[in-house]
Each structure stands twice: as C-alpha cells, then as structure tokens.
C-alpha cells in the first residue's frame, strides 16, 4: 500500500542545535517533494519543496533532501529557536501533472531554550 | 499577492444540521482549490479538489459535497451532519501542477453535539 511515514513521536531539542525531522515514503515515485510548518490550531505553511532532481535545497535556516533510492526526505533546521517550536509535515503529488496532494501525519518539534 | 480567506472560524452544530463553509481566493485566477479535514492530533485528509468551475472531484466518500460556484471560491456543504463530521476543516489553493504546492486558509474548527 502507499504510505507516508513522519516519526509520530515528538522531538525534542536544545534550543541552538540541528533538528532533523525524517519523511520515508512508499509506493509512491514523486517528482516533487513539499514540506510544511503547522502552528497548533492554525493552518500549515508551506516551507519548501525539492525536486527529484535536486539532491539539497536550502532556505535560510532550512535544509531538505531527497533520496528516491532511500526514498526518503530529511529536514533540517540548523541553530534552531523556540520559535521553531511546531508540527512540520511532509507531502507529495503521487502522480507527474496530478492534482491531489498527500500528506504525511507530521513530526511535532520542541525546542527548549 | 494571493490570500485565502475561509469562514466561518468556529462552528458548534447539532447533528442532523446542515453545514455551509465558504472560501475564497484573492490575487490570482483559475486556482486549484482543496478541502481537507484534520482530525484531532491526526494529518490531513483530502476530501475534495477542484481545477475549476463545476468541476468537483472526491477523495472520500461521506457525508460532504463540494460545490465550486465561482473561480475563486469553493464551499464545502452538508445536508445533515454526523458527529463524525467534527474536525479541523482547511481549504487551500494551488496553483497546479507540476509542483503541487499548497497555501491554506486558517481553518474551521467544527464541533458536531
């Protein structure tokens, strides 16, 4: 069955060190991989989205990769904040020119000051 | 730029009665337009999409339809609701394919009694 897999469980971290959040995925072949930020009762907020192509994508504090052997995404955020502090959740456009979007269940992070 | 707006914010209704959530789009024509339910603690399940007007697709069978009467706006409607109905209801627009990304509205919170 496809399935997209965050860690269910939350992280918790220092404020100042790297979180590394971890989407793996299967059965799908995504061209296209999204990662979101949700604040508790508010909608998500798209971050950024890497290619099949593309091995790395950076955005200021952000770094995202993709591996489509692995099929995996890892997300990091380098010298994170308690502003950091949220629930990131990734997706994917099962099928090239498609219009649904799926979504992983998210990761909650916590960073502590 | 492009902004979203939905309505109503909150919402406590009995079951068996009917349900009207609007949403519309500002800044951009022809949008890809999604409706998708959270619940509690859970991740985000595609309902319904649109790529444009009168044109409805379901993801899910229940007890919703989605009606798309203008370009920009997108109303998700039940005749008699279920207590099952209650969640964390979201609409986003696209801006299509190939990339898929998805920018939300803030939400309606539904509670069903």
């Known amino acids: 069955s496809q399935k997209i897999e965050q860690n269910s469980e939350a992280l918790n971290i220092q404020e100042g060190k790297t979180a590394t959040l971890t989407c793996n995925y299967t059965n799908y072949s995504p061209a296209y991989l999204q990662w979101y930020r949700q604040d508790p009762g508010r909608g998500p907020v798209f971050l950024l989205l890497i290619r099949e192509n593309e091995k790395e994508k950076r955005k200021e504090r952000l770094k995202v990769t993709f591996d489509t052997t692995l099929k995996q995404s890892l997300f990091h955020i380098t010298a994170s904040q308690p502003a950091d502090s949220a629930t990131y959740l990734c997706a994917l456009v099962p099928d090239t020119g498609g219009f649904k979007t799926i979504f992983g269940a998210g990761t909650r992070l916590f960073v502590k000051a | 730029s492009q902004t979203i707006h939905q309505w109503p914010a909150t919402l406590v209704q009995p079951v068996g009665s009917p349900l009207s959530l609007e949403c519309t789009v500002e800044g951009t024509s022809n949008p890809n337009l999604y409706w998708y339910r959270q619940a509690a603690g859970r991740g985000l399940q595609l309902l319904f999409y649109?790529?444009?007007?009168?044109?409805i697709s379901s993801e899910v069978p229940q007890n919703l339809s989605a009606s798309r009467p203008q370009d920009r706006q997108f109303i998700l409607s039940s005749k008699k609701l279920l207590l099952s109905d209650s969640g964390f209801y979201l609409c986003?627009?696209?801006?299509?394919?190939?990339?898929?990304?998805?920018?939300f509205g803030e939400g309606s919170r539904l509670t069903v009694l």
């Open positions: 649109s790529v444009g007007i009168g044109q």
């Open positions: 986003a627009w696209s801006p299509g394919p190939p990339t898929g990304e998805l920018f």
